[in-house]
């Protein structure tokens, strides 16, 4: 530059190293596909449209019937990607989706695109329920069949977690081998190559406008889906043992509940009537807010856990976590907070609740909300951004 000479190759370089710094923070046009637009899936997606650098579109299916949109989904987002006039750089589907019914009905616009798929959970870990029909037919084979493939076909597979994804790469030894022959058996190592852990961006400062006091006795709270993957008969079992042991505390059992909840929650309502300050969903985020922010305690006995998204929102408004020291918790606690946070066994969950609530003037007084901190799309979504150029 300037007077200096700069030789021909050197000016070369130059073009290149400028060009190379222009790509590496270049924009993508990308389509977010995501059949079962609903709770933490539909957060997700908008949280990631609303704080994304990238120009990001949605194409959505209402979130209910999950088998079918897992089957059929792919064909009516397929009609509408067809119908779009919008070419995006990248296509980034979740796990929901088929992904290769999706790129063979749509190949004359998709074919030279690359393709992300992103694993909120997969079919081949997720426990079922024993008296789900498909389970009784043997037809549940078919809903990892389809994560199977899509994993196959994308260019990149991300999960929500080292767990999910070691989880998944892991069950799939086993699920091949169950068919009569071409079993595929060296797929997996493809698969695995392409597959990184990229964690779950969450829009936790809407939080911050609800913070309340908390109430006089401590109050123990669970803010998940009242489903039996979440065991609640180990945590009411704990609540009933510290209630005939004569520690007080206050109950909050928040979350959805479905029709075919299971039926220990009736019992519970029973069990614990003098106890209760709420039962049931929270109709507005407002009051979802305000009960985490009064709560206290957070006992967790889930048998699966991908992520946790209704444990680092808690955690978040400073709720004292007490977790399984399995599935995707230890790797998202940092290593200085095991000690406190995560129990090995029922003798010791019931001796960090009681500790918990002996001490609640310690605990109230704890500042926690930074182990989830770093899980908020500020921090997040730039990671994401990377992750998404990386593909290209």
């Known amino acids: 530059a300037g007077s200096t000479p700069v030789s021909g190759t050197k000016k070369a370089n130059l073009c290149w190293l400028f060009y190379f710094s222009q790509l590496v923070n270049f924009n993508v046009k990308i389509l977010l596909i995501e059949p079962y637009y609903t709770g933490s899936h539909k957060h997700w997606a908008d949280g990631y449209k609303k704080h994304s650098v990238h120009e990001i579109r949605i194409l959505s299916m209402k979130g209910q019937f999950w088998k079918w949109r897992m089957h059929g989904g792919a064909i009516t987002l397929a009609q509408k990607f067809n119908d779009l006039d919008w070419n995006p750089d990248l296509i980034m589907a979740t796990d929901m989706l088929d992904l290769s019914t999706f790129l063979a009905l749509t190949k004359r616009r998709s074919y030279n695109v690359p393709t992300a798929l992103y694993f909120h959970e997969n079919q081949l870990c997720y426990p079922w329920s024993p008296n789900d029909r498909d389970i009784q037919h043997t037809r549940d084979t078919h809903y990892g069949f389809i994560n199977y493939v899509s994993a ?21 030894p086993p699920f091949l081998k169950q068919f009569p022959d071409h079993k595929g058996l060296d797929s997996v190592d493809s698969i695995r190559k392409k597959s990184k852990s990229l964690y779950l961006g969450m829009d936790l400062k809407k939080f911050d406008g609800h913070r309340i006091d908390p109430g006089d006795k401590p109050l123990i709270l669970w803010n998940h889906r009242w489903e039996y993957d979440k065991n609640p008969e180990s945590f009411f079992w704990l609540l009933e043992k510290i209630m005939n042991d004569g520690h007080e505390f206050n109950l909050a059992i928040l979350g959805e509940n479905f029709s075919q909840s299971p039926s220990i929650f009736d019992q519970a309502q029973t069990t614990f009537k003098d106890s209760i300050v709420k039962w049931g969903y929270a109709e507005t985020f407002d009051e979802y807010a305000r009960w985490l922010w009064k709560a206290d305690i957070l006992p967790v006995t889930s048998d699966q856990e991908f992520f946790g998204v209704s444990v680092m929102e808690a955690i978040y408004c400073n709720t004292w976590p007490i977790l399984p020291n399995r599935l995707t918790y230890p790797e998202l606690l940092p290593d200085k907070q095991h000690k406190d946070h995560l129990y090995s066994d029922d003798t010791e969950i019931l001796e960090k609740v009681i500790w918990a609530i002996d001490h609640i003037e310690k605990i109230r007084a704890s500042q926690v909300r930074f182990i989830s901190e770093p899980f908020d799309w500020k921090t997040m979504a730039p990671i994401y951004d990377k992750a998404m150029r990386s593909v290209l």
Do not use: I, R, V
Not at 152 to 164: G, K, V
């Open 152 to 172: 196959l076909t994308a260019d990149q597979l991300f999960f929500n977690s080292e767990f999910h994804m070691n989880s998944f790469l892991n069950a799939l």
